[in-house]
Antibody, heavy 129, light 113 residues
Framework: QGQLVQSGTEVKKPGASVVVSCKVS????????ITWVRQAPGQGLQWMGW????????DVAQEFQGRLFMTTDTSTTTVKMEMTSLRSDDTAIYYC??????????????????????WGQGTVVIVSS | DIVLTQTPLSLSVTPGQPASISCKSS???????????LYWYLQRPGQPPQVLIY???NRFSGVPDRFSGSGSGTDFTLKISRVEAGDVGVYYC??????????FGQGTRLEIK
């Protein structure tokens, strides 16, 4: 079935960058996209972006554009998410999740993610001076 | 931007009793392809979210048939026919029609009486 295992807690100062990794196992690494969702303390879920693991294409939510970068490493079957210029309100749990499939929407000319069917355990990122 | 509004924000249910959560969208989630892109996720305490329902009413693999989804257009409902202790957590609806962003509702916390 597969498993996503994320890297451990990170503590960063404002203005710094953080890299969170998501180790994939148990299924064909390149076959399914990975998406990222975060959850601030006591808050709800916020979608951040996704990466097509097969071809490296990424799509980032507008509020994170220019600060969020996603990459893949086929040799280690790992997806990495880097966020730069951290602020205190970036303090959150960051989750990677597998997407069950992607569909191309010919009407809207866009790619649509399907179910987020498998999640990592989450990585706590604390941004504090 | 599209907004998903869930009600109630919290509910307390006696085991064996039903529960119902509403999710209202600021815009229709019906696509011209006939699909409605509304999903339900459950986040148990201390756990990552897990999918329950996709495209309004389809239970994901392994989800008990106590869970059901319904609705159309802008109004959707998640129902639990008989609540169990393991159903405790926060339930989120999510839309994937109005891209480029995938929007979650604010969540509904379910607790057991």
């Amino acid at each position: 079935q597969g498993q996503l295992v994320q890297s451990g807690t990170e503590v960063k100062k404002p203005g710094a960058s953080v890299v969170v990794s998501c180790k994939v196992s148990g299924y064909d690494f390149s076959s399914l996209p990975i998406t990222w969702v975060r959850q601030a303390p006591g808050q709800g879920l916020q979608w951040m972006g996704w990466i097509n693991v097969y071809n490296g294409h990424t799509d980032v939510a507008q509020e994170f554009q220019g600060r969020l970068f996603m990459t893949t490493d086929t040799s280690t079957t790992t997806v990495k998410m880097e966020m730069t210029s951290l602020r205190s309100d970036d303090t959150a749990i960051y989750y990677c999740a597998r997407v069950s499939q992607i569909r191309f929407d010919y009407t809207w000319g866009t790619t649509r993610l399907d179910v987020f069917d498998m999640w990592g355990q989450g990585t706590v990122v604390i941004v504090s001076s | 931007d599209i907004v998903l509004t869930q009600t109630p924000l919290s509910l307390s249910v006696t085991p064996g009793q039903p529960a119902s959560i509403s999710c209202k969208s600021s815009q229709s989630l019906l696509h011209s392809d006939g699909n409605t892109y509304l999903y339900w996720y459950l986040q148990r305490p201390g756990q990552p979210p897990q999918v329950l329902i996709y495209e309004v009413s389809n239970r994901f693999s392994g989800v008990p048939d106590r869970f059901s989804g319904s609705g159309s257009g802008t109004d959707f409902t998640l129902k639990i026919s008989r609540v169990e202790a393991g159903d405790v957590g926060v339930y989120y609806c999510m839309q994937s029609l109005h891209l480029p962003s995938y929007t979650f509702g604010q969540g509904t916390r379910l607790e057991i009486k």
